[in-house]
């Protein structure tokens, strides 16, 4: 470095202090070109720095940073135990390179103080502070005292309050006592049996509009994947036929079942292609007065099923078996 830079930079007037360091640390981090002076936040006085036209910026990718060369000039007159009383709070920002001028005069304008700044490939970190008000010792104890006062009269009430509602109290059940009562006794609410809500549970086309149209319409239509996204879970129950019926995969004791409603069977052309997938004619759960041995394609039953899911790549609407009465 100059000789005669070296000098400026280490006079005693001055509120910055640079190591020696040939790539120019601090001229790299605040982007300043030759010939400029302003190389500090504006709350600097311009009395305080010194500036050579010689420095030269180095290599963005040589930028260093060091907080412990930043010096910050202390008032004349400040004695270090004011220094030691002042407390502070601090906030950090993230700003895009460019604009971290215009960030630190906002701050400086809501009285915040620029002590760190970290460039990076693209934002800038700047660090602030400013000294934190004190709080006043009169106002926190004139309102600890009302707090006081006030817990101390609600207490009361409460105390009052809860005397008058014993007197009451007992008041009303000593009344209660000596009159005979000459209301009579309500019969108890009957509880409904458990065949009883299941069956209040269970969609079927008398009780659910959209379900009577869906028995209806094409095997690929929107009604299938509506009823399917809004009943998902829920119990169905119809009047149906086996359309066809053929082993699941390998197995020789499970199947898959296709279902269709009302008597036609294969014939089936109307409503959903209904689904039973991977079950054996135990999981039928079947019931009535005549259970039949075997089961096959154009069998007749009532199926009560709950909704699993709608393949739209399929057309294939998928049930789980809860019970099939003969008919």
């Known amino acids: 470095m100059d000789p005669e830079v070296d000098g400026h930079l280490f006079q005693r007037d001055a509120g910055l202090a640079i190591a020696r360091d040939p790539h120019d640390i601090l001229a790299e981090l605040f982007g300043i070109r030759l010939g400029h002076c302003s190389i500090l936040p504006a709350h600097l006085m311009a009395n305080q720095v010194r500036c050579h036209p010689t420095l030269q910026k180095s290599p963005p990718h040589e930028v260093t940073y060091a907080r412990d060369q930043l010096v910050w000039p202390v008032r004349a007159g400040a004695g270090s135990s004011m220094a030691d009383e ?23 304008k809501d009285g915040w103080e620029l002590v760190e700044q970290l460039p990076g490939k693209l934002r800038t970190t700047l660090n602030f502070r400013r000294p934190k008000k004190p709080l006043s010792w ?21 105390a009052l309050g809860n005397g008058d509602e014993e007197k009451d109290a007992s008041a009303g059940s000593t009344a209660a006592s000596e009159e005979p009562s000459s209301t009579p006794l309500s019969a108890p609410t009957p ?10 549970e269970v969609i079927t086309s008398q009780n659910n509009p959209e379900f009577a149209a869906l028995l209806e319409a094409d095997s690929c239509g929107g009604e299938n994947v509506d009823f399917a996204s809004k ?55 079947l019931t009535g007065k005549e259970i039949p041995a075997t089961v096959g394609v154009g069998d007749k039953f009532h199926f009560v099923a709950e909704v699993v899911e709608f393949n739209l790549v399929q057309c294939t609407f998928y049930l789980s078996p809860v019970s099939t009465e003969t008919r």
């Open 138 to 158: 009169p106002l926190i104890g004139a309102g600890a005292a009302v707090f006081v006062i006030l817990a101390a009269v609600i207490g009361i009430g409460v």
């Open 231 to 285: 009943y998902e879970g829920q119990r169905v129950a119809f009047d149906g036929s086996i359309r066809h019926m053929a082993p699941y995969r390998d197995y020789k004791t499970r199947y898959d079942f296709l279902l269709g409603p009302g008597d036609k069977g294969p014939q089936t052309t109307d409503g959903p292609n209904f689904k039973y997938e991977n079950v054996n004619t135990g999981n039928l759960n």
């Open 86 to 108: 002042i407390k502070y709070e601090y906030k950090t920002v993230q700003t895009v390179r460019g604009t971290d001028g215009l960030v630190t005069s906002r701050m400086q």
């Open 191 to 200: 509880t409904p049996t458990a065949a009883e809500t299941t069956a209040a």
